[in-house]
C-alpha cells in the first residue's frame, strides 16, 4: 500500500509538471485574443504564429489562428489552422463549425462520398476522446487487468477469488481494444497523410518537374490526401481519385 | 473664270518682273510721338518696303521701354501707275522705364543673307504731371492740367487690392478700376500676368455699373471693369503685373469757334459728333507680401485648403443586399481655393470593394469671388453581410478670416447588408442543405481558454506518466507471475495442492451427494457427507485425513481461533453424522436433505475463515 501511495504521488507530480503551462506562451495566447478582439487581424495571427513557431501547440490555439486567418481572407491557412485544431480537438463543434463554413468558400468543392454508417460510428467513438483520453483510459485498464491478475494469482482472498478472474479478464480484453484504439491515434496525429493548398491556383503536374503536363488546377482550401514526397514536390490526392505533383512550397501539411 | 487665270498669271508676271529689277529692301523706324510722358505709351513701328516676302522682325530690345503688347502687323500692296508697291508695317506698344532722352536701338533684319538696320529712334520722356494717372490718383493740389482742359489723358486705370498681405493658398481679389471722364468704349488688351498665383477672372458684367466718384477735387466716373481672384502658391514678394486697357477716349472739339461759344459748347460736345482717340492706360504693378501658413496647430488632417467651407456627406441606400453597388458622395463646397481640395479616402473596412472616386470640381465665378464645391463619389460594393460602419470623415481647413484652422466632418453611416438571393441561388449548386442554411452564417468566435500546450507532434506517448504507468502494471504482471512462480515451487508439497484444491474437491462431492438425496439415499450417503466436510477441513488446514474425527477437528479449529459457534456447528453436525453412521435405526428418522444443506452452510461459512 505504502508502494502504491508513492507512485500515485510520483504520477501526479509528473502529469502537473507537463501540463503546467509556461507563463510566456499563455501571456502570448491572450495577446493574439486581445488583438483578435480589437480585430486587428495580422497582429493577432503574428502572436498565435509565434507561439507555434517556439515548438508548442494546442486545439484553441489553431482553432483561434484559424479565425484570424478567415478574417483577413485568407481562407488557405484558415482551412489549414482548422483542421489542425480538429486533429488535436475532434469532437469540439466550434471547429467543425467554422471549418465547414470556411470550406463555402473553396472553389474546388470535390464531395467526398458519405462514409459507411458503421465507420463513421466508429470514427465518432474514436472522437469521443482525444489521445490523452484515451491514453488514461488504457493506463488504468491495464492497471486493473495486472493487479486483479496479480492479486488473483498470488494472493488467496477466498471472498474475492471469483470476482477477481472476471475482472482482470475484462479489464484484459477492454485494455488491448483501447490500445488499438491509441495506436490508431496515433497513427493519425502524428503521420498527417493530408494537406491543404495555400496558394491560390496551383496547377498539379504529371510529373515532379516544372514545365511536365499540366493535369489539373487545384485551388486555396483545397484538402488531399499526400500520396509520396521529396524534397521539393509532393504528389496529391484529390478526394475524388484524381492524382498529380504540385510544388511542396504552395501546401501545407495538416 | 478665265479671265481670273489671266488675271492671276498677270499678277504673278507683274510681282516677277517686280522681283527681278527690284530686290531693294528698304526698312525704316518710326514712332507715333517724340515728345511723351513718362507713363505714356508709345508705339514703335518698322516698316519694310520693296520686297514681297518679308523677312522676320524681331522686337525692339531697349533696356529703358518695356514691351507692353505687339507684334501688329499691316501689310499693304500699292500698285501706281503699273508700278507695284508692297510694304509690311510690324509695331508694338512700348513704354518707357524712365525720363530722359531715350533712343530705342536700331533693330536688325536679315533678308536673303544680308542684314538691314533701321536708324535708331530718340525720344524724349517728360515727367508729366498727370503721370500717376494709371496708378494712383493724382497728387492732390496739383490738379492736371490737361485733364481739365479736356485732353485726352484724363483717363486713368486703378488696381486695388483689398490688401497687400495675404496668406498662401488665400483668395485676393483684384479690382481693376478705371476712372475716366469721357470714354466711349474701351477694350482689355492685356490681363495682368501673376507668376506665383493660381489665378481666376471672375466674370464681369458686359456693362460695367458707373460710378462717380471724386478725386483730388476731380469728378471722375469710375467703373470696375474687370476682377481677378488670385490664390498664392509660393510664399513670399510676389508682384501682380499691370493689366493694359485700350479707351476710346471723345476728343471735345479743338477748334472752339464762335458757334461753340453761342450754343454754350453744349451742342458740339455731344460724343456724337466729336472725335475719338485711343488712349491705352495701364495699372501699376501691386507688390504683394505673401505668408506661410502657421505651423501651430495645423491639423493632420490640412490639406492645404484655405478659405471657409462646409462638407456634407450623402449615401444612397441604408440597406442594401451583398455585391450591389452603394452611392457614397461627399461634397464640400464654400468660398476658397476650390481647386486644390483633394479628400482622404473613406476609411472602409476591406469587406467593402472601393472603386476610384469619381471627382466633380464645380466652380463659379460670377459673384464677386471663388466659389464653389468639390464632390467625390464613390462605388462601394459590401462582399460581406451584417452591419456596414461607413466612418465619418474630416476635412481641415485654414480660415484667413480668423486665422485658425478648423475642422468639419460629416456624420457616419450604417448601412446594413443583408445577403444576397442572387448568391444564394447561384452558389448552392452543388452544396449540400446543410451547407445552403450555413451560407449566412459567421465564423464562431475564439476560444479564450487554453488549457494546456504540448510540444508540437508530441502525443501522449512522448508523456512520462503514460510510461511510468503502464511500466508499472507491467512490473506488477511481472512481480505477480514472478511471485507465483516462487511460492509454488516453495511450497511443491501436498498442502498447497491440498488448499488450492479442497472447495473444487468437496464441491464436486457434494454435488455427487445431491444427487443420491434426488434419487436413493443409502447408508453410504452419511458416511460420504461426513468425508466431504472432514475432507474440506483437512486439505484446507493440511491435516492427514487418517484418525481425524469431530474431537481433533474441534481441536484444531479452536487452535486456529475459529469462530467458536460455527466450529460448534461444525463439530455437532460431524457428530451427529457419525451417530447415524454407528447407530442403527437412525437413518429412517433422518431427513438427508437437510443435513446436505446444513453441510453446504458450515463449508461454505468455513471457507470465509480457513
Not at chain 1, 93 to 107: E, W
Not at chain 1, 112 to 125: M, V
Not at chain 2, 300 to 321: C, H, P, R
Not at chain 2, 465 to 494: D, H, P, Q
Amino acid at each position: 500500500m505504502n508502494l502504491l501511495r508513492t507512485l500515485v504521488l510520483i504520477i501526479s507530480l509528473t502529469v502537473g509538471l507537463l501540463a503546467e503551462n509556461p507563463a510566456e506562451l499563455d501571456s502570448l495566447f491572450e495577446q493574439g485574443n486581445r488583438a483578435y478582439q480589437e480585430e486587428n487581424y495580422p497582429e493577432a495571427i503574428r502572436f498565435y504564429e509565434s507561439i507555434i513557431a517556439r515548438g508548442y501547440e494546442s486545439g484553441p490555439l489553431y482553432f483561434n489562428l484559424g479565425n484570424a486567418y478567415y478574417r483577413v481572407n485568407n481562407i488557405g491557412h484558415a482551412i489549414l489552422n482548422y483542421e489542425r485544431a480538429a486533429r488535436l480537438i475532434p469532437n469540439d463543434p466550434n471547429v467543425a463549425f467554422n471549418l465547414q463554413l470556411a470550406n463555402l468558400s473553396v472553389k474546388d468543392r470535390v464531395e467526398a462520398p458519405p462514409p459507411f454508417f458503421l465507420f463513421r460510428w466508429y470514427q465518432n467513438f474514436l472522437n469521443l476522446l482525444n489521445m490523452r483520453g484515451w491514453a488514461v483510459i488504457f493506463s488504468v485498464l491495464l492497471l486493473i487487468a495486472t493487479g486483479s491478475f496479480a492479486v488473483w494469482l498470488n494472493l488467496d482472498v477466498r471472498r474475492l477469488r471469483h470476482g477477481l478472474k472476471s475482472l482482470f479478464i475484462s479489464s484484459g480484453v477492454l485494455s488491448v481494444i483501447v490500445a488499438l484504439i491509441l495506436f490508431q491515434q496515433y497513427r493519425t496525429q502524428t503521420a498527417s497523410h493530408f494537406g491543404i493548398v495555400l496558394s491560390e491556383a496551383v496547377s498539379s503536374l504529371s510529373a515532379p518537374q516544372a514545365g511536365s503536363t499540366e493535369l489539373f488546377i487545384v485551388h486555396e482550401g483545397t484538402k488531399f490526401k499526400i500520396l509520396d514526397a521529396d524534397e521539393n514536390w509532393i504528389k496529391i490526392e484529390l478526394i475524388d481519385g484524381k492524382q498529380g505533383w504540385v510544388p511542396g512550397t504552395d501546401v501545407a501539411k495538416i | 473664270m478665265n479671265r481670273l487665270k489671266i488675271f492671276s498669271w498677270l499678277f504673278f508676271l507683274q510681282l516677277f518682273c517686280l522681283n527681278a529689277h527690284g530686290q531693294d529692301l528698304r526698312v525704316s523706324a518710326s514712332v507715333n510721338k517724340n515728345n511723351i510722358t513718362d507713363k505714356d505709351v508709345l508705339i514703335f513701328s518698322v516698316t519694310i518696303e520693296g520686297v514681297r516676302d518679308f523677312p522676320e522682325v524681331p522686337p525692339p530690345e531697349s533696356p529703358d521701354f518695356v514691351l507692353i503688347s505687339g507684334p501688329s502687323q499691316s501689310s499693304s500692296i500699292q500698285i501706281i501707275n503699273g508700278q507695284m508697291n508692297a510694304s509690311k508695317t510690324v509695331s508694338w506698344q512700348i513704354a518707357p522705364t524712365r525720363t530722359g532722352q531715350l533712343t530705342i536701338n536700331p533693330i536688325s533684319i536679315k533678308y536673303r543673307g544680308k542684314i538691314y538696320s533701321t536708324e535708331p529712334v530718340h525720344v524724349n520722356v517728360t515727367t508729366s504731371a498727370s503721370s500717376q494717372s494709371r496708378s494712383t490718383p493724382p497728387p492732390s493740389g496739383t490738379p492736371d492740367k490737361q485733364a481739365t482742359t479736356g485732353g485726352s489723358e484724363e483717363v486713368f486705370l486703378k488696381a486695388v487690392v483689398p490688401k497687400t498681405t495675404v496668406y498662401k493658398g488665400e483668395e485676393l481679389i483684384v479690382s481693376f478700376d478705371l476712372y475716366f471722364k469721357n470714354v466711349r468704349t474701351f477694350g482689355r488688351k492685356k490681363l495682368p500676368d501673376a507668376q506665383g498665383f493660381w489665378r481666376e477672372e471672375l466674370e464681369a458684367p458686359t456693362q460695367p455699373a458707373i460710378t462717380n466718384e471724386t478725386v483730388d477735387g476731380i469728378a471722375y466716373r469710375k467703373a470696375t471693369i474687370q476682377q481677378i481672384a488670385l490664390f498664392a502658391t509660393t510664399t513670399g514678394e510676389l508682384t501682380i503685373d499691370p493689366m493694359v486697357v485700350d479707351c476710346e477716349v471723345i476728343q471735345p472739339s479743338q477748334r472752339r469757334s464762335i458757334f461753340d461759344d453761342f450754343f454754350g459748347g453744349s451742342f458740339f460736345d455731344d460724343p456724337m459728333f466729336s472725335k475719338t482717340k485711343i488712349v491705352t492706360v495701364q495699372s501699376a504693378p501691386i507688390k504683394i507680401r505673401v505668408k506661410p501658413l502657421p505651423e501651430s496647430g495645423q491639423p493632420t488632417s490640412f490639406n492645404g485648403a484655405v478659405g471657409q467651407f462646409k462638407i456634407e456627406s450623402k449615401i444612397d441606400t441604408l440597406q442594401i443586399k451583398q455585391d450591389q453597388a452603394l452611392t457614397l458622395q461627399y461634397k464640400i463646397s464654400g468660398n476658397g481655393n476650390i481647386n486644390s481640395i483633394k479628400l482622404p479616402p473613406p476609411d472602409l473596412p476591406n469587406s467593402v470593394e472601393v472603386f476610384d472616386p469619381k471627382i466633380e470640381k464645380k466652380i463659379d465665378k460670377s459673384s464677386g469671388s471663388v466659389r464653389g464645391s468639390v464632390t467625390y463619389e464613390y462605388v462601394l460594393i459590401p462582399r460581406r453581410q451584417g452591419l456596414l460602419t461607413i466612418p465619418a470623415l474630416w476635412f481641415s481647413y485654414f480660415d484667413p478670416q480668423t486665422e485658425t484652422y478648423r475642422t468639419i466632418s460629416t456624420s457616419s453611416f450604417k448601412v446594413k447588408v443583408v445577403g444576397s438571393e442572387d448568391l444564394l441561388s447561384g452558389r448552392s449548386v452543388g452544396l449540400s442543405k446543410t451547407e445552403v442554411s450555413l451560407l449566412g452564417q459567421d465564423i464562431r468566435f475564439i476560444m479564450r481558454e487554453n488549457p494546456t500546450w504540448r510540444k508540437s507532434g508530441q502525443t501522449v506517448f512522448s508523456e512520462f506518466w503514460f510510461w511510468l504507468i503502464n511500466g508499472f502494471s507491467m512490473l506488477v504482471l511481472i512481480g505477480a507471475i514472478t511471485l507465483r512462480w516462487w511460492t509454488e515451487k516453495m511450497e511443491s508439497n501436498l498442502n498447497f495442492a491440498r488448499r488450492r484444491q479442497a472447495w473444487s474437491k468437496c464441491q464436486s462431492r457434494l454435488r455427487v451427494l445431491q444427487k443420491m438425496v434426488d434419487s436413493a439415499v443409502d447408508e453410504d450417503f452419511y458416511a460420504q457427507l461426513s468425508q466431504a466436510v472432514i475432507g474440506y477441513i483437512a486439505d484446507r488446514l493440511g491435516l492427514p485425513l487418517a484418525g481425524l474425527g469431530p474431537k481433533e477437528i474441534e481441536q484444531e479449529l479452536s487452535r486456529r481461533a475459529i469462530d467458536s459457534e460455527l466450529a460448534t456447528k461444525t463439530v455437532k453436525l460431524l457428530e451427529k453424522l457419525d451417530e447415524i453412521r454407528f447407530l442403527p435405526g437412525m437413518t429412517a428418522k433422518q431427513d438427508p436433505k437437510e443435513l446436505l444443506s446444513a453441510s453446504r452452510e458450515i463449508v461454505s461459512a468455513l471457507s470465509k475463515v480457513i
